[in-house]
């Protein structure tokens, strides 16, 4: 049976079955500039609340915010890439970038090393932002612990997440986050006021259509932000909005583990490791022999290296088509399409290293401008 909560997901997961628990709006007829990201196209991108803000914006031209949030912890790896990926497309389709390191959250749940997490925070996600494209003249990037050096904006963000909690009741929370302590009640106040202050008058000056792209575990965050900015009378916020994107699985299988790094391929691996951990590691729907495989054919709804080809490497739709046909006909053998996904792993990262030493001195700078 599958479970889906912040804190586990576990199971064969029915998207479509989701979309009906969850009361979300399966994601379709989207415009060209929309088709043209794989991520979109392949369905990846498959369900959201109130897109059509954000749709609308893009058409009209007008301002609009993508807003994310990143936990301290761990290496960045190819899951994180698929959020990096949107906050790019984003950014190039007009958007102003948002993003919160959840600092104050990795204190209460985590770790209390705060120098550590600044470091992860800047060494590991905001190098590999810059280095897949994200522009930080058009990005607000800050800690949930020092919003700002300006005390307005700093003041306007963390008074708005001591008025939430008028807003929203102790059932509520439970309901979130089960067992509560006052640090997650905490943790929840500020994520919300992360989804909502980009409205403020101190910040971009007026309601705007903010989007938040999330995996479904995620949703009882943006509900709850949802549903708090409605009942605040204080401010006009604009209802958020949200996209939802399917997982991309760790290669045993199941959900990365940040603690076991033989689950996911980071971005500061060499190409070699990568391959190594592909062979080894990745799972496959294979059968146990070549000559069954070859008879009965394999599974591609559980390989993940079928997964990783179709959610990020294989860009052509029409070689993925046939790839997943092969895999079923027993055409193609799990051993060729770990060749293939380790050829293009090693080639990206390869290319991406390169654009890490690169980034690592507009980051430099960026950290210094702003006194992180």
């Known amino acids: 049976m599958a479970k889906v909560t912040p804190w586990e997901v576990s199971g ?39 897109f059509d803000k954000i749709l609308d914006a ?40 948002y993003v919160t390191v959840a600092d104050i ?41 020092k919003r700002s050096l300006d005390g307005k904006k700093s003041n306007a963000y963390y008074s708005l997440a001591n008025m939430l909690a008028r807003h929203a009741t102790f059932n509520e929370f439970k309901a979130v986050y089960g067992e509560i302590s006052p640090g997650k009640m905490a943790a929840s106040l500020l994520q919300a006021s992360d989804m909502l202050h980009p409205q403020l008058k101190e910040f971009e000056g007026k309601p705007l259509p903010v989007v938040i792209p999330v995996g479904p575990d995620q949703d009882p965050h943006i509900r709850l932000a949802r549903d ?30 940040s603690s076991d790094p033989m689950s996911y391929i980071a971005l500061t691996d060499t190409p070699e490791e990568a391959t190594r951990k592909i062979k080894k590691y990745a799972f496959s729907g294979g059968k146990s022999t070549i000559e069954e495989q070859r008879k009965e054919g394999a599974n591609p709804k559980i390989c993940i290296i079928l997964h990783y080809l179709n959610i990020l490497f294989e860009t052509n739709d029409e070689e ?11 055409k193609n053998l799990c051993g060729d399409c770990k060749v293939l996904l380790s050829e293009k792993v090693s080639k990206f990262l390869k290319e991406h290293q390169k654009n890490r030493e690169k980034a690592k001195k507009v980051v430099a700078k960026f950290v210094k401008d702003n006194n992180f």
């Not at 064969?12 to 794989?38: A, H, R």
């Not at 009209?60 to 949107?86: C, E, I, N, R, Y």
């Open 105 to 145: 959250e990795a204190y209460n749940s985590r770790s209390t090393d705060m120098e550590e997490l600044r470091r992860v925070a800047i060494e590991e996600y905001l190098t590999n932002y810059v280095a897949l494209g994200l522009n930080l003249n058009k990005c607000d990037f800050y800690f949930q612990s």
């Open 320 to 330: 993925i088509k046939q790839r997943i046909k092969d895999c079923k006909t027993g």
């Open 228 to 257: 708090m900015s409605q009942r605040i009378k204080a401010f006009n916020f604009m209802q958020i909005s949200a996209t939802y994107h399917k997982f991309l699985p760790g290669l045993k299988g199941g959900k990365m583990s």
């Open 58 to 97: 893009i058409k009209k031209k007008k301002p609009f915010v993508m807003m994310t949030g990143l936990m301290p912890s761990g290496k960045f790896h190819l899951g994180h890439k698929m959020v990096a990926d949107q906050m790019i497309f984003y950014q190039k389709l007009g958007a102003k970038v």
């Open 12 to 50: 064969e997961i029915d998207y479509d079955k989701l979309i009906t628990e969850f009361g979300l709006q399966p994601l379709k007829d989207l415009p060209k500039p929309f088709n043209d990201v794989l991520l979109f196209r392949r369905g990846i991108i498959f369900a959201h609340r109130d």
